[in-house]
Nanobody
Framework: QVQLAESGGGLVQAGGSLRLSCAAS????????VAWYRQVPGKQRESVAV???????TYGDSVKGRFTISRDNAKNTVYLQMNSLKPEDTAVYYC?????????WGQGTQVTVVS
């Protein structure tokens, strides 16, 4: 059974940093790509960053240059380092993987950025 668990969210002032973690279980971790999404109530879920099984990364335009996605296959964990946070980064952040056309999501972690 594939499970994803996010952690590391919290309240931070604008300009600050947070590091989110996504721990995976029930899967051969180094064989999967993992993505971070975020969602604000009333809006569609937005893709933030993706890391492939080979370590290639892509980012949403709104976070380029500020967020960094990385993975530690030994720990079955993907990280999202978020720097220079802005109030508009406030959202619930989810990690995601897709296996054989099936999407798996974690429970989400709240990030709140105050000015």
């Amino acid at each position: 059974q594939v499970q994803l668990a996010e952690s590391g969210g919290g309240l931070v002032q604008a300009g600050g940093s947070l590091r989110l973690s996504c721990a995976a279980s029930g899967i051969v971790f180094d064989a999967i790509a993992v993505a971070w999404y975020r969602q604000v109530p009333g809006k569609q879920r937005e893709s933030v960053a993706v890391i492939t099984r080979g370590g290639s990364t892509t980012y949403g335009d709104s976070v380029k240059g500020r967020f960094t996605i990385s993975r530690d296959n030994a720990k079955n964990t993907v990280y999202l380092q978020m720097n220079s946070l802005k109030p508009e980064d406030t959202a619930v952040y989810y990690c995601n993987t897709r296996i054989l056309f099936q999407d798996y999501w974690g429970q989400g972690t709240q990030v709140t950025v105050v000015s």
